[in-house]
């Protein structure tokens, strides 16, 4: 089992930035790939993020590939989002998430999120 815990997340204008944090316990996060998801308001969870293991790899979707950092320090059991130049389009509920690498998708374990909010 492994619990994750959401953090940094909050009101920022357009074209600011914020770190998020993930907090892992239980099972070493160092077990698992992790990954970053959001779900704006009335849409589906999207998946933004992910990176491996040992912090290696890393993968991003495309609409956010160049403002976002996903970053990992396993001796902490912590996970960071940095987003830079947000956009309102990027104002969600924001989810960490663990899993081996191939089902990162469809992760069993799960935060409950941190909201963020980007105003114009």
């Known amino acids: 089992q492994v619990q994750l815990v959401e953090s940094g997340g909050g009101l920022v204008q357009a074209g600011g930035s914020l770190r998020l944090s993930c907090a892992a316990s239980?099972?070493?996060?160092?077990?698992?790939?992790m990954g970053w998801f959001r779900q704006p308001p009335g849409k589906e969870r999207e998946f933004l993020a992910a990176i491996s293991r040992t912090g290696v790899a890393t993968y991003y979707e495309d609409s956010v590939k160049g403002r976002f950092t996903i970053s990992r320090d396993n001796a902490k059991n912590t996970v960071h989002l940095q987003m830079n130049s947000l956009k309102t389009e990027d104002t969600a509920v924001y989810y960490c998430a663990a899993d081996r690498w191939e089902r990162l998708m469809e992760a069993e374990y799960w935060g409950k999120g941190t909201l963020v909010t980007v105003s114009s």
């Open positions: 239980g099972r070493t996060e160092s077990d698992y790939a």
